[in-house]
């Protein structure tokens, strides 16, 4: 029986009044924030999460030991999902994305006069392609200037004035090779070359796996002094490959609550795919498991914001799934989403409580994340110190989905309990556990089985994702107006010259 949204409302605030007032309440929380997050937080049970992490242990053993995409395991557990979501009321959509099924290199590639395998390589898995066309360079930094930490071809502005049908000649270095081959396929290159930096002990050209085609034009990595002399300006050269490459497909599942303001969009997301060595129960089935739940138990909840849950496919082959996700939306599609939360791996067996690093305090590897960013850390912060239970900063490394979101503006945030690194004396000492210790000894592992899940870990967990799932579907106000805080830091950055993000 459908709930009327005002009694919908009546119910689910007289259920929630009769919670004791336990939790600390973020910054800007109203009535309805915590009269929600604390329902939901006891709604979502960590005894109910199990069970899916069950089923997808029984799916995996069912369909060759793995959930890995482009597999029976993956399609079984995508149906899974799809069908929970769809009884619960969401609006399911399953979202075709492409991956590489195969690649075969079927002779050495050419680039004018240049030594394959010596002086140049394919990028695998370049898309075949013959072209002879002027190249241009993007961005470079080459002598006399000192040896450069190179950002070519990492901003689209980099390809201000390029002439589409070029190829596209650019520097390693920064950021990471996807992108700058993303970038300079949508400026419209007919090839790209990329070349290495030409610092001390790296001039050489090696043979990469880059994992990433969709650019659709031919790809060669190249040694520094090549990549020297094609910068020459009016150099035409030829670049062909010879390869067969082979998509197959694979789909994101996205579900909806039907009610909430379609302009105000909560985007909450975890990976649905495994590596092809195991069942993946950590990684993913954890974060998937406790986003679901937490979406089957507030399938009444009369949201004020939009909430969209993603389960992602391919993450495990390069963040494909989400990253053809947000390459598909519009400026538009994009501007509404408010802020995009992720959940990769919440259960691991040496777990820390690690928070993404949205105002970069850490000072540790990537910048801080979109404006925003820092205000989901302190909104799920605020969650662990009701409970008095600690936390520490997980850098945004690029390594799960929520890095296709933050290249395009999207405030994010997240938990992760660590992975193949071992856990620090200090964090011992904060959580338990063994120092010296990988957080998960099964990462990517045919070990990673339903026994490969810290049962506390996994229902604090889940617990946290709720209430901030919670607070957000009726709350967004904590985070700052995008356009107004993006122009504020490009002002800050002019006045001082730094050229920090």
Request: hydrophobic share 40%; charged share 20%; aromatic share 8%.
């Amino acid at each position: 029986m459908r709930l009327s949204f005002r009694r919908a409302v009546a119910v689910a605030a007289a259920a929630a009044l009769a919670l004791p007032l336990s939790l600390t309440a973020p910054a800007q929380a109203t009535p309805v924030d915590d009269v929600f997050a604390k329902l939901l937080v006891k709604q979502v049970k960590g005894a109910n999460v199990k069970k899916h992490l069950d089923a997808f242990q029984s799916l995996a053993t069912a369909n060759g030991g793995n959930r890995a995409a482009g597999t029976p395991g993956y399609d079984a557990s995508r149906d899974y999902v799809a069908n929970k979501l769809r009884k619960a009321g969401y609006k399911v959509t399953l979202q075709p994305i492409n991956y590489v099924e195969s690649w075969v290199e079927n002779s050495p590639p050419v680039l004018g006069s240049y030594v394959p395998n010596e002086d140049f390589y394919t990028f695998q898995p370049s898309p075949a392609g013959d072209v002879t066309a002027q190249v241009q360079g993007v961005d470079l930094t080459l002598p006399p200037s000192p040896a450069p930490t190179s950002t070519s071809g990492c901003e689209m502005s980099d390809f201000s004035g390029f002439v589409a049908g070029r190829i596209a000649l650019i520097q390693r270095g920064t950021c990471p090779f996807a992108t700058k081959v993303r970038n300079a396929g949508f400026a419209g290159a007919a090839g790209i070359i990329v070349f290495n930096e030409g610092q001390p002990g790296r001039t050489e050209a090696y043979p990469l796996d880059l994992g990433e085609w969709r650019a659709g034009v031919p790809m060669v990595f190249a040694d520094f002094a090549v990549g020297q002399a094609l910068a020459a300006p009016g150099t035409t050269v030829r670049l062909k490959v010879d390869s067969t490459l082979v998509l197959g497909t694979d789909e994101n599942v996205i579900a909806e609550t039907r009610f909430g303001d379609p302009n105000n969009v909560v985007m909450v997301g975890a990976h649905l795919d495994s590596v092809p060595e195991g069942p993946g129960i950590n990684d993913n089935a954890s974060g998937t498991a406790a986003i679901l739940e937490t979406a089957l138990q507030m399938k009444l909840f009369p949201v004020r914001n939009k909430v969209r849950f993603a389960f992602w496919a391919a993450e495990e082959i390069g963040l494909l799934g989400s990253d053809q996700y947000v390459e598909k939306l519009s400026q538009a599609e994009r501007d509404r989403i408010k802020l995009y939360l992720n959940f990769d791996m919440v259960a691991s067996p040496n777990y820390a409580y690690k928070l993404y690093d949205g105002d970069d305090s850490d000072a540790t590897g990537s910048p801080a994340g979109p404006p925003g960013s820092a205000e989901i850390e302190q909104q799920l912060k605020a969650f662990f110190t009701s409970r008095s239970l600690p936390t520490v900063g997980t850098d945004f490394d690029g390594r799960s989905d929520y890095g296709p979101f933050i290249a395009v503006g999207i405030p994010s945030g997240g938990i992760f309990t660590g992975a193949e690194q071992p856990k620090t004396p200090e964090e011992a000492a904060m959580f338990g556990g063994t120092a010296g210790v990988a957080y998960d000894i099964c990462y990517h592992q045919a070990c990673d089985t339903i026994t490969n899940v810290n049962a506390t870990a996994l229902d604090v967990n889940s617990d946290a994702i709720a209430d901030s799932v919670a607070r957000y579907a009726f709350n967004t106000r904590n985070l700052p107006d995008r356009e107004a805080a993006l122009t504020a830091r490009a002002a800050v950055r002019a006045a001082t010259g730094s050229s920090a993000s």
